[in-house]
């Protein structure tokens, strides 16, 4: 069987649009943000003292993070919108809006309860692996994917797809879904501080415009997935892109990822090209291309632009 895979990208990127456009594939099984500590069990106990969004410097050593996305590409972990999940969180009190306001208050650091010491078997895992070949999407570990190939992948190796989107387009849905999470407070953890981000300190520091600060957690975001994807060989696929054409588009991703094409799957994303709203993603495609031109007035653009362009990147040049 073909090695599993593993989509990430930032929040509202597209990435749960692309993941779900892929598990139209027969003998495909869809695994939603194991590492996502408001909805799963297994990743609010995996992540205990790490950054919402974890880097990792080479070598570095987090041996539960390891486990989790090993499970996880193993098809082990329960489902994070399963019924068995749910519950366990909500057992243990935590659900995604009190999860979100905790790391808001911890500038985006995970400090979990109780729960990070349950048993392996009730911190969400299965005894076996479920059958299907796993794909598994994450937008909270776009910033480990370098350490993800260096200690995940000699242990389960996986097929890595990065999805990427403009960033006002990003940032308009930050504001459309009125997410209460949108400054990611990248540029205050410490080891990237005195790392991959010490030249840009002083210019981070400087913004105080809610906006400007949104386009600098993007710019972070893109700035290290573009070293990382270069130093990995990873392809990056644009959303822009992808909306282009869908079925052509998909289809070509289908043959690399050596994933089974039917008219079965044509129809599902042809379905799937329709009108939708919130965290839902039946989209019309062709509407979503530089839909942030629809959304934003100057001024935002340019609040947004202007924390964007302090880090280079070469998936979306400075707007």
Not at 175 to 196: Q, S, T
């Amino acid at each position: 069987m073909a090695s599993p895979i593993l989509v990430l990208g930032v929040p509202r990127s597209g990435s749960t649009w692309l993941a779900e456009s892929l598990s139209f594939a027969d003998r495909v099984r869809y695994v939603h943000e194991p590492d996502n500590e408001g909805l799963s069990l297994a990743g609010y106990a995996a992540k205990a003292g790490l950054h919402r969004y974890p880097w990792f410097a080479s070598g570095e050593q987090h041996a539960p993070y390891q486990r989790l996305f090993v499970l996880a590409l193993q098809g082990r972990l329960l489902a994070s919108r399963g019924r068995t999940n749910e519950f366990l969180m909500r057992l243990y009190g935590q659900t995604t809006a009190r999860v979100v306001e905790q790391l808001a208050l911890n500038l985006g650091r995970h400090r979990p309860g109780a729960s990070a010491q349950l048993p392996a078997l009730w911190r969400g895992t299965r005894p076996s692996a479920l059958p299907g070949r796993p794909l598994v999407k994450s937008v909270h570990a776009a910033l480990a994917l370098p350490w993800l190939m260096e200690q995940v992948q000699p242990v389960q190796p996986f097929a890595p797809v990065v999805v990427v989107r403009h960033p006002a387009s990003v940032v308009s849905s930050y504001l459309k879904l009125n997410m209460p999470d949108a400054d990611r407070f990248l540029d205050r953890v410490p080891a990237l501080r005195e790392g991959p981000l010490k030249p840009y300190v002083e210019a981070l520091d400087a913004l105080d415009e809610p906006l400007a600060r949104m386009g600098a957690q993007v710019g972070i975001f893109y700035h290290l997935l573009d070293a990382s994807t270069r130093a990995h060989q990873v392809d990056v696929h644009r959303h822009e892109t992808l909306c282009e054409d869908p079925v052509e588009r998909l289809h070509g991703l289908y043959q690399r990822l050596e994933l089974p094409w039917s008219p079965a799957v044509q129809q599902a994303i042809e379905a799937h090209n329709t009108a939708g709203s919130g965290f839902a993603t039946r989209r019309v495609a062709a509407d979503q291309i530089n839909v942030w031109k629809k959304r934003l007035k100057p001024d935002q653009i340019e609040a947004i632009a202007q924390g964007y362009r302090i880090l280079p990147n070469r998936f979306y040049p400075p707007f």
